[in-house]
């Protein structure tokens, strides 16, 4: 059974105050990996995806990069408008009826201070 | 672009009652997905369909399912519901490429089942 487990469960930073968020994963036949953030009250909002190992993405204070066993989101310099539930989600192959399976890790509650 | 819109909002019903949700994708796109998300299991995946036809399922009850019309628009209804079943419910779409690809997602449907 696929699983996916996100550390730390909260983190708060002071604004300017670097820091990463973990996902790692244990997938059978990975098809991609997504981060979404999420705003209470409100559904999740795609930031990236990223489908190999070695492959990098970023946008603006945010970069997730993506090796066989993990993922990270970098976040650099953050803002109090960075804060939000940073979910990761894990795509892969069902090898017994081909279809995909989607999971999700139960997320980082990220807060940043002024 | 207008987005992903889901009816109701909100929701209240009692148990062993049924209920139909709808959502309207994005103009354009053709892959709609469900999910569940509640405090204790987070963010689970139901079902996605994509012209139509259910592509993938998650793994939830017979009492979970859904629909695709020919514009897209999709229903998902839940059938004699448990206390359990009280969660937020979220649509989202995607293009073509369906769940390989960022989705989309709407400000979900929050049941209550008392």
């Known amino acids: 059974e696929d699983q996916v487990t996100q550390s730390p469960e909260a983190l708060r930073l002071q604004e300017g105050e670097s820091s990463s968020l973990n996902c790692s994963y244990t997938v059978s036949g990975l098809r991609g990996l997504f981060w979404y953030r999420q705003d209470p009250g409100k559904g999740p909002e795609f930031l990236f995806t990223?489908?190999?190992a070695g492959e990098e993405k970023e946008k603006e204070r945010l970069k997730a990069t993506l090796t066989k066993k993990e993922s990270f989101l970098h976040i650099t310099a953050p803002k109090p408008e960075d804060s939000a539930t940073y979910l990761c989600a894990v795509l892969s192959l069902l090898r017994d009826t081909g279809r995909r399976a989607l999971t999700f890790g139960s997320g980082t509650r990220l807060q940043v201070q002024p | 672009k207008a987005g992903v819109t889901q009816t109701p909002r909100y929701l209240i019903k009692t148990r062993g009652q049924q209920v139909t949700l709808s959502c309207s994708p994005i103009s354009g796109h053709r892959s709609v997905s469900w999910y569940q998300q509640t405090p204790g299991q987070g963010l689970q995946f139901l079902f996605e369909?994509?012209?139509?036809?259910?592509?993938n399922k998650g793994n939830f009850p017979g009492r979970f399912s859904g629909r695709q019309f020919s514009n897209s628009r999709s229903e998902m209804n839940v059938s004699t519901l448990e206390l359990g079943d009280s969660a937020l419910y979220l649509c989202a779409s995607s293009g073509t490429r369906g769940l390989n690809t960022e989705a989309f997602f709407g400000q979900g449907t929050r049941l209550t089942v008392v």
């Open positions: 990223l489908y190999s």
């Open positions: 369909y994509f012209s139509e036809t259910q592509r």
